[in-house]
């Protein structure tokens, strides 16, 4: 089975990336793969409790990233300078993923067959 990660690094909202990483990452865990889930630079907000997203008419999608769970997925990780440089720590956001130093995000990078960056 390959390894295949689905990495976060934009802004949740603004833009449509966000959401369908989201729904890449729950087709890939209906379709039992091993699927690994980073969050990186602004893709820390995708999972930010309580955004305040009225202003873009989009519906906030974050809480949804709580199914990650029922898919099976469990490698789900964030990038400590990206998620301390944007005040956020693990209770302020929606699920609890793993922190990494970048030394180990380069790592597991290298350990992936595919990437999907959104």
């Keep these: 089975m390959a390894k295949l990660m689905v990495v976060f690094r ?3 909202y603004g833009s ?3 959401f369908e990483g989201l729904e890449n990452v729950l087709i890939m865990g209906a379709y039992d793969q091993d699927v690994s889930v980073l969050f990186i630079d ?3 907000l995708a999972i930010k409790n309580g955004m ?4 873009t008419g989009i519906k906030n999608f974050s809480p949804t990233f709580r199914a990650l769970e029922a898919y099976d997925i469990e490698k789900i990780y964030i990038d400590r300078t990206s998620m301390e440089s944007r005040g956020l720590t ?3 956001l ?3 993923p ?3 130093e970048a030394d180990a995000v380069e790592k597991m990078m ?3 067959k595919n990437f999907f960056m959104f």
């Design 110 to 112: 290298e350990e992936q």
């Design 94 to 96: 929606v699920i609890e």
């Design 52 to 55: 305040d997203n009225s202003s």
């Design 98 to 100: 793993e922190i990494i």
């Design 16 to 18: 449509i990336y966000s």
């Design 10 to 12: 934009t802004a949740p």
């Design 42 to 44: 602004d893709g820390v």
């Design 90 to 92: 693990l209770e302020d």
